[in-house]
Each structure stands twice: as structure tokens, then as C-alpha cells.
């Protein structure tokens, strides 16, 4: 009896993990990139993530807002990960890369590069962490001024100065640079 129950938990545990995995991977891996600007170290971070959500499948009873939960989990993971030695190291290789690489781009990396969209998500990932997450939060991934409080523990108030200063920052810095990103 006891082996019936024990592959019924494992069941419902994977199908717990697979709909969230669902409902969160992408958000989460764009929340983890807009702090490492590395995709393949954000992906990391979300399997990490993911990994912290298997292991405390009981007690998700416990956990007030599970949304604010997981953002916070990568937040926290994703400044561990600015924080250690090894990131640094990969960060300033690769930098050194695109020194040496050519400037010229490819006609379809061109077109790509002159998007507003790219534009914007450039001007975003410039910002100081500070502003760059509560504007990530609140218009990327559409949370409340009071799901970021919970995600961030900040005081409102604080948020939506940051939100305001982020907003100001981004619209200086659409100001200065030209349509094609380049600096007027």
C-alpha cells in the first residue's frame, strides 16, 4: 500500500513541476537574463530554480504567493550568480571576445539590431539592476505594484520611485541615441 502511495506523490509531484515549468520557464529565463545579459547562465539559473521548487513540493502549502515566491528564488539566484568569481571571469572572456570579433554585422543581424524592440530591451538591460527589475517586473512580466513589494520586499513607495526614476533614465537614454542605437 505504502509503494502505491509513494508513486502516486512522484506522479503528481512531476505533474506539478511540468506545469509550472510550462507557466514560468520563459518568463523566469527572461527575468534571470535581465540580470546575467547571458542566456545560456539564465537557463541555468531556472533549472536551479526549478530544481528548489522539486525539493520543497510540501511545502508550497506554506508559501503566500507562489508567484512572488519563484520570481524571488531567481532574483536571488541570478545576483548569487553576478556575485561569484567564476561569472566574472566568463564575463570579461567574452567581452575581451567581442573585441576581436568584426564589427561588421550580418544584413539580417541589421535589420534585427535597428528594431525598437531590440532597441528598448538594450536601453532596459543598460539600467542600474535597481530600476532594471522593478521595470522588468511590472511591464514585462505584469506584476502589481504590490506583487513587486511581495517579490522585491520593498516599501511601495519605493517602487514606484524607481519605476518613475527607470522610466525617466529610459526615456533620457531613447533621447541620446538615434533610431538605429547609435549615439546622437
Request: hydrophobic share 35%; with cysteine; glycine share 4%.
Amino acid at each position: 500500500m505504502r509503494k502505491v502511495k509513494d508513486e502516486e506523490d512522484f506522479e503528481d509531484r512531476n505533474a506539478w513541476l511540468e506545469t509550472i515549468m510550462d507557466e514560468y520557464g520563459e518568463r523566469l529565463t527572461k527575468l534571470a537574463y535581465n540580470y546575467v545579459k547571458d542566456w545560456k547562465q539564465a537557463e541555468d539559473i531556472v533549472q536551479d530554480v526549478f530544481i528548489t521548487c522539486y525539493k520543497n513540493h510540501e511545502k508550497i502549502d506554506e508559501i503566500k504567493s507562489f508567484k512572488a515566491w519563484i520570481y524571488r528564488l531567481v532574483i536571488n539566484k541570478s545576483k548569487d550568480v553576478l556575485k561569484s568569481s567564476s561569472f566574472k571571469k566568463v564575463m570579461i572572456n567574452s567581452s575581451l571576445y567581442s573585441l576581436f570579433t568584426s564589427r561588421d554585422l550580418l544584413p539580417e543581424m541589421s535589420l534585427l539590431k535597428r528594431s525598437e524592440e531590440e532597441f528598448l530591451s538594450r536601453c532596459v538591460l543598460s539600467l542600474p539592476v535597481k530600476y532594471r527589475e522593478v521595470i522588468t517586473l511590472y511591464y514585462y512580466e505584469e506584476c502589481t505594484i504590490e506583487e513587486i513589494k511581495g517579490i522585491l520586499g520593498l516599501n511601495q513607495n519605493t517602487i514606484k520611485t524607481r519605476l518613475n526614476r527607470g522610466r525617466a533614465n529610459l526615456k533620457n537614454m531613447m533621447e541620446r541615441w538615434g533610431d538605429d542605437g547609435e549615439q546622437a
